[in-house]
């Protein structure tokens, strides 16, 4: 119910506002307007009343299906709500199912910036080679600035069939000068839209219908100055008006002061019952005939909307059946002043009515909204609380602060629940100082309260909020220093215990969860504190705590302690499977499969991950799908199947590949190995550039590390023994920093050699890289190769005028085999003449001269196994 009425209100925001067929058509702006179909922006600058809007509208009517739109309020300075409704506008209008596709790069903004959702969706703008346009109407009324930069860096890289018109009261609040500059930008101002001549005549004689002398136009331009609001007003004044002479006698003046003189005009000339309900309604942003009845105590609104519009009376319709409207803001400002005059408190029973009205219908956002402008927040409280789970999965936690803001302070109509929700809402927020504050008092008010169900409640919410607190701002000692002090086991709170942390992401150390990937003996003390805690409190299956366990299961592994990630991912199975959670359910299959393959049981291995394929498909959990068999692509990798690898990847949607995003590292980082395999190096490293650029902005460092390293593994093949050494540099500063060894020593036989000689270039420097990696650091992570492999290496490394790449070892161990030069042209998908100058080199560091001797001198120094 809750998203089908709010996808209702919604509709009213993206359907693009009718055109009256008579409204005058205005040919040179319209011109200028096409003119930004060959830039990134166009904007329209105007006070009120100047007829941006109508431009707008009758533009993108002239270029459907090109055009989608979004009329902006107030309550979108949200930021995930923003660029929510830009995506569902697009998919509404334009994408059909760009909403659906964009769904899991929405839901990673708990743990991934802004910019790595709106990078997935500039990806999808660039499927189509139609032009789009996607206007944004009212922007005035957007003051956050995360919005405003948000929107610059979507401008910046918005491809070149894609274009942003923008309409607003006020200038932008950001600069477009770089746009104006690379002529990818114009803009429209007030000037601009004043009515001409010409159009002032077909104005009033072809739309209105007014037989006015060609004397009595050019007064009422010259007064308004070509103002189209001023000539609205003046018309419809005219049209209910039984003495013409008479208005112009008294028509005077600048458009400037002639606004409120001519609504009074209007509003003294409307019926008495249409005066009664344009009063009654203004205070709705949005209305429908149901809603008006209820606020008229009418049965009549549709027939009362319909005469409205009829008249050119500043009402616009809302959707395509003109069954929502709302009321022009000039025209609403005017009808509230009055409501005011006449009856100060009049609004409040009017906000009261529409909030109850609102949520008999489901439509909660607009409920509470006006039940907090009716000052009714035991009405709130009651709305806020009955659908908490609700909002808080849509993620929109800027409106629910402005929501849990609106309240006094302190609050005795705030539950304990609403007020730990406030305290978690501010920590989400960044807001960690007013959290800290909030919490304080909470505490004190839970301390004054007798034991009791409740108070238990209050205790358990409160110990998941202050945790929340402590991984926010890292603050360990604090809070199990605090926490333990607790000696009793606290209830399943049911608005905190079930918490979801992660829709998104294979692995749970890649989440702010889990610390972006940071390690450290403090990390893991604290979390074992954290559970320990948690259990003794009786949160033992909390998700919390299972995403805690989860976390360190994965940080053990990475630290190859093998044992302890076994044990505790045993608790996490059981728990994942029983809720049906994906999110903790595939990080558990994953990382339980890298210790099957660890201990060399790759068909284990496979079978688990094919088992939680099928537990996925009878969950319905889709999304999920993509990173477990980019798993069975490993595995395929690691037995040499190249085939294989390619069928599981082989879902891998284009787009992606050509544009590859963050929240789908797992996959892509598993495309990239297998274009290594395909010695396809320079297609991975464009891959890992973006990627890279991107996992540094998110502070993700297991990203930054699994980046570096491919990077110095594609370097390596090629031959660029620098780059591949500066790469390897910064995966083990990182590495070395948080005590990382599996990432490394997963690579296997490729990752040895690199690391050797990474320890032979640093040996040989008088002058050392900075950030130092120990020399015990590397000694630890060699030990760990299997000692042939390594003292293969070695052995090879030091026989060898130079050591050879990856790709010289691949067709190595293919002459090895008996491979003729076509069949290694055919595999390595290189031509004959290529792979003869790579057997030339190859001979050249072995000092050999054709390939008998050089599988000799091979098996002998250990490079290939003998027959």
């Given at each position: 119910m809750f998203r089908s009425e709010h996808s209702i209100m919604l509709k009213t925001k993206t359907t693009m506002p009718s055109v009256h067929s008579h409204s005058v058509e205005r040919i040179q702006l319209q011109r200028l307007l096409d003119d930004g179909l060959n830039g990134k922006l166009t904007t329209l600058s105007a006070p009120a009343g100047y007829g941006k809007t109508t431009l707008l509208s009758q533009w993108a009517h002239l270029h459907q299906p090109l055009a989608s739109w979004l009329s902006l309020d107030e309550k979108d300075n949200d930021l995930i709500r923003f660029w929510r409704y830009i995506i569902a506008t697009l998919s509404d209008s334009l994408l059909p199912q760009l909403a659906k596709r964009m769904e899991p790069s929405m839901e990673a903004t708990t743990h991934t910036s802004i910019y790595t959702c709106i990078d997935s969706l500039l990806n999808e703008l660039t499927i189509t080679d139609q032009h789009l346009a996607i206007i944004l109407d009212d922007y005035h009324v957007i003051t956050e600035e995360s919005i405003h930069a948000s929107i610059c860096y979507f401008i910046e890289y918005l491809p070149n069939n894609v274009h942003l018109y923008i309409a607003s009261r006020t200038k932008l609040p950001f600069s477009t000068s770089k746009w104006i500059l690379r002529n990818e930008a114009c803009h429209l101002d007030a000037a601009q839209l004043l009515f001409n001549q010409e159009e002032t005549v077909n104005f009033y004689r072809e739309v209105h219908k007014l037989s006015l002398s060609a004397q009595q136009i050019e007064q009422l331009r010259g007064c308004t100055e070509g103002?189209?609001?001023?000539?609205?007003?003046?018309?419809?004044?005219?049209?209910?008006?039984?003495?013409?002479?008479?208005?112009?006698?008294?028509?005077?003046?600048?458009?400037?002061?002639?606004?409120?003189?001519l609504l009074h005009e209007v509003w003294l000339r409307l019926p008495v019952d249409t005066q009664r309900f344009l009063l009654l309604t203004c205070v709705l942003s949005r209305m429908d005939a149901e809603s008006c009845n209820t606020l008229t105590g009418q049965s009549n609104s549709q027939q009362m909307l319909d005469s409205i519009y009829a008249q050119n009376i500043f009402l616009i319709p809302l959707d395509d059946y003109q069954n929502w409207y709302r009321y022009h803001q000039l025209?609403?400002?005017?009808?509230?002043?009055?409501?005011?005059?006449?009856?100060?408190?009049?609004s409040f029973a009017l906000h009261r009515l529409a909030s109850e009205c609102f949520a008999n219908r489901g439509f909660y956002d607009?409920?509470?909204?006006?039940?907090?402008?009716?000052?009714?927040?035991?009405?709130a409280a009651h709305l806020l609380e009955g659908h908490i789970p609700l909002l808080v999965q849509r993620g929109e936690f800027s409106t629910l602060l402005r929501w849990l803001d609106s309240f006094p302070e302190p609050s005795d109509v705030l539950t304990p629940m609403l007020s730990l929700l406030h305290a978690f809402i501010l920590i989400a927020c960044g807001q960690t100082n007013r959290a800290r504050e909030s919490l304080l008092r909470l505490e004190e008010q839970c301390a004054a309260m007798d034991v009791s169900d409740e108070q238990l409640q209050f205790l358990s919410g409160l110990l998941f909020v202050k945790a929340n607190l402590f991984f926010a701002n890292r603050e360990f000692d604090t809070w199990v220093a605090g926490s333990s002090e607790l000696n009793h086991k606290l209830p399943e709170n049911p608005v905190f215990y079930h918490f979801n942390y992660n829709t998104t992401e294979p692995f749970i150390r890649r989440t702010a969860f889990g610390l972006k990937g940071m390690l450290s003996l403090q990390t893991e003390s604290v979390g074992k504190q954290f559970i320990e805690i948690l259990t003794a409190h009786g949160w033992q299956e909390s998700l919390m705590n299972m995403y805690v366990v989860q976390a360190m299961a994965e940080g053990y592994y990475e630290r190859n302690q093998l044992e302890e990630s076994t044990e505790l991912l045993k608790q996490v199975e059981h728990v994942s499977r029983r809720e049906r959670i994906p999110g903790l359910f595939v990080p558990y299959t994953l990382t339980q499969a890298k210790i099957m393959l660890v201990n060399k049981e790759t068909t284990a291995a496979r079978n688990l991950i094919e088992q939680a394929i099928e537990t996925i498909q009878h969950w319905s959990a889709a999304f999920w799908l993509q990173p477990l068999r980019a798993f069975l692509a490993q595995i395929a990798l690691l037995e040499g199947d190249l085939s294989e690898a390619e069928s599981a990847l082989a879902t891998l949607p284009l787009t992606l590949l050509s544009q590859p995003t963050i929240h789908k590292e797992l996959e892509l980082l598993t495309f990239v190995r297998m274009q290594l395999a395909k010695q396809q190096e320079q297609d991975a490293l464009r891959i890992l550039h973006i990627l890279s650029s991107v996992a540094l902005r998110e502070g993700l460092l297991t990203s930054q590390v699994d980046i570096a390293i491919l990077q110095a593994l594609a370097h390596q093949q090629l031959g660029n023994k620098p780059e591949a050494l500066a790469h390897l540099h910064e995966a083990l500063v990182i590495g070395e920093a948080?005590?990382?060894?599996?990432?490394f020593v997963d690579h296997g036989l490729a990752m040895s050699h690199l690391l050797l000689a990474y320890t032979e270039r640093s040996r040989g420097r008088v002058q050392k890289l900075t950030p130092h990696v120990s020399v015990a650091y590397l000694k630890q992570l060699l030990s760990l190769f299997p000692k042939r492999s390594r003292n293969k290496m070695a052995d090879a490394s030091s026989l060898l005028i130079e050591p050879l790449t990856g790709k010289e070892m691949i067709i190595l161990s293919m002459l090895a085999q008996g491979a003729s030069n076509k069949h290694i042209a055919e595999e390595l998908g290189n031509t004959l003449g290529t792979v003869k100058v790579y057997l030339h080199r190859i001979y050249g560091k072995l000092g050999v001269t054709n390939r008998t001797q050089a599988v000799l001198k091979a098996q002998e120094i250990s490079l290939v196994e003998k027959e």
């Open positions: 103002w189209v609001a001023g000539l609205q007003l003046a018309a419809i004044s005219l049209a209910n008006s039984s003495s013409p002479d008479q208005f112009f006698k008294n028509f005077t003046g600048s458009h400037r002061n002639i606004s409120e003189y025209f609403t400002d005017f009808l509230r002043r009055q409501l005011h005059q006449l009856d100060p408190k009049k607009e409920a509470i909204d006006h039940a907090l402008a009716a000052t009714e927040y035991g009405l948080n005590g990382y060894i599996r990432s």
